[in-house]
């Protein structure tokens, strides 16, 4: 089966560098009115550059505020850790979000997930940081207990909240994705790569019998957003759809942001 989606683009707003709150939601409602699909926050404790001990914002509190602060675009973490929260309680946190951003019914939020990395987060909060597969095994496990809270919650998300997950592991990453992901969050933004990541989740696909094709399939770039049409062509011709642009403070500057939306128009024509 083959599934026509629209083309989509994302900016990521990194939430660090800022001394107050201030810039970041100027910068979400210059995005939304400037016609972009999706704003991405981050989910971590420090920044991952710059001053280690540099300001910093907590992921999921962001995200109910723009859940209130928009009108029009969908948001998430690109992505949150599953190690952070409880998976039931998160899926509630995730729930609430969504209903707290249905301003004409239905909620705009994406689940962004992943198995988390980040070591001094896990040690300096006080979580077991454990291994690469033993996060991964975690991460396997939050999902089955995500989507069974979404279905005894009262009341219900207003719509089926899209996953994303993020990662391209081919041992275990990519068949998670494989069996939940709605939306998958490649980290490849060069074709070659691309294209063994997607026949890897494809075979994973079948191993699992979901048809991959229902999976948006998600690409990102530098926190510089440099516009490159023949890059972008590349990966769309591969099946790439939702393509998400950096924007790093204190300034959260996106210059080539119009380009991108000219060509995701185009694409869409």
Request: aromatic letters at 10%; charged letters at 25%.
């Amino acid at each position: 089966m083959t599934i026509d989606r629209p083309t989509r683009i994302g900016v990521q707003i990194l939430p660090q560098h800022s001394a107050t709150y201030g810039p970041i939601r100027d910068k979400v409602l210059s995005v939304e009115d400037a016609g972009v699909d999706v704003a991405f926050n981050w989910d971590h404790f420090y920044p991952l550059s710059g001053d280690p001990d540099g300001y910093h914002f907590e992921c999921w509190t962001m995200l109910a505020a723009w859940a209130e602060q928009t009108e029009r675009i969908e948001f998430g973490a690109l992505v949150t850790s599953q190690s952070y929260r409880n998976p039931d309680l998160l899926a509630d946190m995730a729930r609430t979000v969504d209903h707290i951003s249905a301003k004409d019914g239905t909620g705009r939020l994406i689940l962004g997930i992943g198995a988390g990395w980040k070591e001094r987060d896990y040690e300096e909060y006080g979580y077991e940081f454990g291994t690469f597969g033993s996060r991964l095994n975690a991460l396997a496990a939050a999902m089955p207990r995500i989507e069974t809270r979404w279905e005894r919650l009262n009341p219900l998300a207003t719509r089926k909240i899209p996953v994303l997950i993020g990662g391209g592991g081919e041992q275990k990453t990519l068949r998670i994705v494989a069996k939940h992901a709605d939306i998958w969050h490649s980290f490849a933004n060069d074709p070659e790569t691309l294209a063994h990541k997607l026949e890897v989740l494809k075979n994973w696909g079948e191993e699992v019998s979901r048809d991959v094709s229902e999976i948006e399939v998600s690409v990102g770039f530098n926190a510089e957003g440099r516009f490159d049409a023949e890059l972008l062509d590349a990966l769309w011709d591969l099946g790439a759809r939702f393509f998400t642009i950096g924007a790093n403070g204190p300034d959260y500057e996106t210059p080539e942001l119009q380009k991108f939306l000219d060509w995701r128009d185009a694409k869409n024509s």
